[in-house]
């Protein structure tokens, strides 16, 4: 979530004061008798002008490869994501 907002705020969108918020789902599957995370799914909501709709979409799709804890875990598990827009 900081990598996605400090994208924004470096296009003058705000993502603090509640603005961003995330709630991140872990899949757990066990194997070999170990539980072992397998998929995160990310869902993001941000409360923002209409106005910043598109770049704020545009954002969310590139994000996630300029974040080091989306490139560590990645290779290992699934990770997605998905952005609510809520016009303010």
């Not at 924004?8 to 066990?30: W, Y």
């Not at 290992?76 to 809520?86: G, N, W």
């Amino acid at each position: 979530m900081g990598t996605f907002g400090g994208a924004l705020e470096a296009r003058q969108i705000s993502a603090s004061g509640g603005r961003l918020v995330g709630e991140g789902i872990g899949e757990i599957e066990k194997e070999d008798n170990v539980l072992v995370v397998r998929r995160i799914h990310v869902n993001l909501r941000l409360k923002a002008e209409e106005q910043h709709r598109l770049t704020a979409e545009r954002t969310h799709s590139v994000f996630a490869n300029h974040c080091p804890i989306y490139r560590t875990l990645s290779p290992a598990i699934a990770i997605t994501t998905e952005l609510a827009f809520e016009p303010v």
